[in-house]
């Protein structure tokens, strides 16, 4: 699985973003590709992983890194040079990146080559017109003027929020979530994104930071900011609260365990752990760490979880407890997955770096 540093993107949005783009609105990063560079694999990278026989990294500036041995990576031709925070693949050819902007991209190559599906200003502008045809469709129904007046701060706000998760359930049907509550549908492979928020059930728009599937076809567990989470289903097109939350605090990763459980973790490395779906919650058994920001789960079934401030932890028990392995990574953390040969891959602000997994 793959996943991004949502708590930095959230610091570069508020603090990197140049007053004179947010005045004047214009955003030369959605225009101009991404520049070829030698450096792409050592710049600062948000996320990291594998799918079917292929690995990708996404970063700033653009990049999209691909590799098929884990250690020589290749830059993809890209079109846009807003910083990406995510990226997946529902089959060897078919992916999707999302990030900065509001950005969503699509290969069809395997990743060697994108283009722009979606972006941060299309999606004030269609929320609106969308959230206005279904109030004159039903005039007595409140939420959808509040949508639309939604729509409009978003079109004053210009393309200024990251979508920091993109999640596929199969090559047709996949969601892009992001800050604000931001959230889209696709059931036509990216062709058409549609406004869900209608259908969800988070009126305060917390960040929604990741997805992870659940044994029930359609079915995924959402976590986010101030406690949010949710369980989604793209059959029925709606997402519900959970009847419990274990604490009122940002979870940036969430990850399944073999077993069907699901466990979280987030800020000042608070970790917890469910078996069914949100109902009742426990503590896991860990090390203090930072602010835990990725997790994954390897082909052995055994779960890593990474810290920001480097700390990287294992689980052999479904995420029960976890224990810190001895890697130095030599300083901060922001995505992981698993590397080939018994390895794991690191990304974080050198770019990508790879460490045997202890014995």
Same mark, same amino acid.
């Given at each position: 699985?793959?996943?991004?540093?949502?708590?930095?993107?959230?610091?570069?949005?508020?603090?990197?973003?140049?007053?004179?783009?947010?005045?004047? &609105?214009?955003?030369? %990063?959605?225009?101009?590709?991404?520049?070829?560079?030698?450096?792409?694999?050592?710049?600062?990278?948000?996320?990291?992983? &594998?799918?079917?026989?292929?690995?990708?990294?996404?970063?700033?500036?653009?990049?999209?890194?691909?590799?098929?041995?884990?250690?020589?990576?290749?830059?993809?031709?890209?079109?846009?040079?807003?910083?990406?925070?995510?990226?997946?693949?529902?089959?060897?050819?078919?992916?999707?990146?999302?990030?900065?902007?509001?950005?969503?991209?699509?290969?069809?190559?395997?990743? &060697?080559?994108?283009?722009?599906?979606?972006?941060?200003?299309?999606?004030?502008?269609?929320?609106?017109?969308?959230?206005?045809?279904?109030?004159?469709?039903?005039?007595?129904?409140?939420?959808?003027?509040?949508? %639309?007046?939604?729509?409009?701060?978003?079109?004053?706000?210009?393309?200024? &929020?990251?979508?920091?998760?993109?999640?596929?359930?199969?090559?047709?049907?996949?969601?892009?979530?992001?800050?604000?509550?931001?959230?889209?549908?696709?059931?036509?492979?990216?062709?058409?994104?549609?406004?869900?928020?209608?259908?969800?059930?988070?009126?305060?728009?917390?960040?929604?930071?990741?997805?992870?599937?659940?044994?029930?076809?359609?079915?995924?567990?959402?976590?986010?900011?101030?406690?949010?989470?949710?369980?989604?289903?793209?059959?029925?097109?709606?997402?519900?609260?959970?009847?419990?939350?274990?604490?009122?605090?940002?979870?940036?990763?969430?990850?399944?365990?073999?077993?069907?459980?699901?466990?979280?973790?987030?800020?000042?490395?608070?970790?917890?752990?469910?078996?069914?779906?949100?109902?009742?919650?426990?503590?896991?058994?860990?090390?203090?760490?930072?602010?835990? %920001?990725?997790?994954?789960?390897?082909?052995?079934?055994?779960?890593?979880?990474?810290?920001?401030?480097?700390?990287?932890?294992?689980?052999?028990?479904?995420?029960?407890?976890?224990?810190?392995?001895?890697?130095?990574?030599?300083?901060?953390?922001?995505?992981?997955?698993?590397?080939?040969?018994?390895?794991?891959?690191?990304?974080?602000?050198?770019?990508?770096?790879?460490?045997?997994?202890?014995?």
């Amino acid at each position: 699985m793959i996943a991004r540093n949502a708590l930095l993107a959230v610091l570069l949005t508020l603090v990197m973003t140049p007053w004179s783009v947010i005045q004047a &609105k214009t955003y030369d %990063v959605l225009e101009l590709p991404a520049v070829p560079s030698d450096l792409a694999s050592t710049s600062l990278i948000f996320s990291i992983g &594998k799918y079917f026989d292929r690995y990708y990294a996404v970063g700033q500036y653009g990049h999209i890194l691909y590799s098929d041995d884990g250690e020589n990576w290749t830059q993809a031709q890209v079109p846009v040079r807003s910083s990406l925070l995510d990226i997946t693949f529902a089959t060897p050819e078919k992916g999707w990146a999302v990030g900065h902007e509001g950005v969503i991209l699509h290969s069809s190559d395997g990743g &060697k080559t994108w283009a722009k599906q979606f972006d941060g200003l299309r999606y004030g502008q269609e929320g609106k017109a969308y959230y206005e045809e279904l109030a004159a469709q039903d005039p007595n129904e409140e939420l959808y003027p509040f949508l %639309v007046d939604e729509m409009d701060f978003a079109i004053s706000q210009g393309a200024d &929020k990251p979508l920091f998760r993109v999640y596929f359930h199969d090559e047709n049907r996949g969601h892009a979530l992001g800050a604000y509550g931001m959230i889209l549908q696709t059931l036509d492979g990216g062709n058409n994104w549609q406004h869900v928020l209608h259908n969800m059930e988070n009126d305060s728009f917390y960040h929604i930071f990741d997805a992870t599937p659940l044994p029930e076809a359609g079915k995924f567990f959402i976590s986010g900011e101030s406690g949010l989470f949710m369980i989604g289903d793209i059959n029925e097109q709606v997402a519900v609260q959970t009847e419990s939350v274990p604490w009122e605090g940002s979870f940036f990763t969430t990850i399944a365990a073999a077993d069907g459980g699901v466990i979280t973790g987030g800020l000042r490395g608070r970790m917890f752990i469910t078996n069914d779906q949100g109902v009742s919650w426990q503590a896991v058994e860990k090390p203090p760490t930072s602010s835990i %920001v990725d997790s994954a789960r390897l082909a052995n079934d055994n779960l890593v979880a990474v810290g920001i401030a480097g700390e990287v932890l294992l689980s052999t028990d479904n995420g029960m407890n976890f224990s810190r392995l001895p890697i130095n990574t030599g300083g901060r953390i922001y995505a992981v997955a698993e590397g080939p040969d018994g390895t794991l891959l690191f990304g974080g602000p050198k770019g990508i770096s790879k460490y045997a997994i202890p014995q």
